[in-house]
T-cell receptor, first 116, second 110 residues
Framework: GAVVSQHPSWVICKSGTSVKIECRSL??????MFWYRQFPKQSLMLMAT?????????EQGVEKDKFLINHASLTLSTLTVTSAHPEDSSFYIC????????????FGPGTRLTVT | GQQLNQSPQSMFIQEGEDVSMNCTSS?????WLWYKQDPGEGPVLLIA?????ELTSNGRLTAQFGITRKDSFLNISASIPSDVGIYFC??????????FGQGTRLTINP
């Protein structure tokens, strides 16, 4: 159990376009999901906390108007990278919190975004 | 902001050897976790530590939560090829947020 999926697994888009990444908890409900960004050979950096039915909370330095987060249901959160630029190319990973234990975040497989 | 210092950054060992890596922090965390990440995948939880001084094992893996709540180590005994990957420590603080270390890249020579 406790499986988190992401779609797409990889995407290539042109500079200036927007791309949406989905994060789904497949067999549990998650009131809280997290979005991370990971550049090559670097660690995961938390971008924002996504709460079902309310606005996302963004970490310092993350532009909320550029990285739009929607957590419309207990099993789905989406991250939209608007007006993407090559520097937005990265590995985007989500995690979901079932709520049974504070620490137990389950991570998705990640989405590799390449902006050309 | 909170930061975790993880060392070593990389390790090159022979199959069968033991591995040790550690993390330190300037801040206190309620929970320490150790994850493994394979290339192109999300992290997978290996061990979670809740109490200061706690020593926990998961198969060939052993981890301890430092008594000051500012450090932790992970040991892997008798390494095997599938242990290859990147290991991350993470501290959980307020609002269930995780702060990750820089990672330790483990390479094993057969």
């Amino acid at each position: 159990g406790a499986v988190v999926s992401q779609h797409p697994s990889w995407v290539i888009c042109k500079s200036g376009t927007s791309v949406k990444i989905e994060c789904r908890s497949l067999d549990f409900q998650a009131t809280t999901m997290f979005w991370y960004r990971q550049f090559p050979k670097q660690s995961l950096m938390l971008m924002a906390t996504s709460n079902e039915g309310s606005k996302a909370t963004y970490e310092q330095g993350v532009e909320k108007d550029k990285f739009l987060i929607n957590h419309a249901s207990l099993t789905l959160s989406t991250l939209t990278v608007t007006s993407a630029h090559p520097e937005d190319s990265s590995f985007y990973i989500c995690s979901a919190l079932p709520g049974q234990a504070d620490y137990e975040q389950y991570f998705g497989p990640g989405t590799r975004l390449t902006v050309t | 902001g909170q930061q975790l210092n993880q060392s070593p950054q990389s390790m090159f060992i022979q199959e069968g050897e033991d591995v040790s890596m550690n993390c330190t922090s300037s801040s206190i965390f309620n929970t320490w976790l150790w994850y493994k990440q394979d290339p192109g995948e999300g992290p997978v939880l290996l061990i979670a530590l809740y109490k200061a001084g706690e020593l926990t094992s998961n198969g060939r893996l052993t981890a301890q939560f430092g008594i000051t709540r500012k450090d932790s180590f992970l040991n892997i005994s008798a390494s095997i090829p599938s242990d290859v990957g990147i290991y991350f420590c993470a501290g959980q603080g307020g609002a269930q947020k995780l702060v990750f270390g820089q990672g330790t890249r483990l390479t094993i020579n057969p």
